[in-house]
């Protein structure tokens, strides 16, 4: 069965700070993998995904992603924070596997509070 | 790109009664539609799975008798909550998902706030 981790709650970063929020991933076959911000009261807002290709994926809003297979990771970043990113980030996989029916699977979110 | 929209965004009702809430995929056809569920302060539970024209595949743990699922066209699907109890007020998130042609990506709904007094 497919999952997916975050392993925190809440991650704090002053406003210019570098940001990363951390997901690991857990699936039979190859990973389809997505970011995903959610506001109070909002549905989510795409990020980037990861389908193929280069490792590094770019997105919206200065977010990127890096793929690291060995590491069963999808960590995203922003290499300068602003107050406007503080929301709650989700990542999510779909396994790629028939078996696993093309369902989206979300980790636990994580809370971002940037800091003026 | 693409947008879906979910209709109330908001509502609030007294128990026992039954809420509709509708999901529309404004600008491509959406072969599948997701229900997912989301209390407070944590993640998406996906309820069940929906394909334009077949029934409802629900997960394990979701009474489909209570949370009927339609999907009579290519852009829309509609969630009734039946008899409606203050254990079903949550945040209901609609995803629509097209045809390979945009890459099998699931586009969310703004959310549905449901409140049963």
């Known amino acids: 069965a497919q999952s997916v981790a975050q392993p925190e709650d809440q991650v704090n970063v002053a406003e210019g700070n570098p940001l990363t929020v951390k997901c690991t991933y857990s699936?039979?076959?190859?990973?389809?993998l997505f970011w995903y911000v959610q506001y109070p009261n909002r549905g989510l807002q795409f990020l980037l995904k990861?389908?193929?290709?280069?490792?590094l994926v770019k997105g919206s809003y200065g977010f990127e992603a890096e793929f690291n297979k060995s590491q069963t990771s999808f960590h995203l970043k922003k290499p300068s924070a602003l107050v406007s990113d503080s929301a709650l980030y989700f990542c999510?996989?779909?396994?790629?596997?028939?078996?696993?029916?093309?369902?989206?699977?979300f980790g636990g979110g994580t809370r971002v509070l940037v800091k003026p | 790109g693409a947008v879906v929209s979910q209709h109330p965004s908001r509502v609030i009702c007294k128990s026992g009664t039954s809420v509709k809430i509708e999901c529309r995929s404004l600008?491509?056809?959406?072969?599948?539609m997701f229900w997912y569920r989301q209390f407070p302060k944590q993640s998406l539970m996906l309820m069940a799975t929906?394909?334009?024209?077949?029934?409802?595949?629900?997960e394990q743990g979701v009474e489909k008798d209570k949370f009927l699922i339609n999907h009579a066209s290519l852009t829309l699907s509609t969630l009734t909550v039946t008899s409606a109890h203050p254990e079903d007020s949550s945040f209901y998130i609609c995803?629509?998902?097209?045809?390979?042609?945009?890459?099998?990506?699931?586009?969310f709904g703004p959310g549905t706030r449901l409140t049963v007094l």
């Open positions: 995803s629509a998902r097209g045809l390979a042609g945009v890459r099998n990506e699931q586009f």
């Open positions: 699936v039979s076959g190859n990973p389809y």
């Open positions: 990861y389908i193929t290709g280069d490792n």
């Open positions: 999510a996989v779909r396994d790629t596997i028939k078996a696993a029916g093309n369902k989206l699977t």
């Open positions: 600008d491509f056809q959406a072969t599948t």
């Open positions: 929906s394909n334009e024209g077949s029934k409802a595949t629900y």
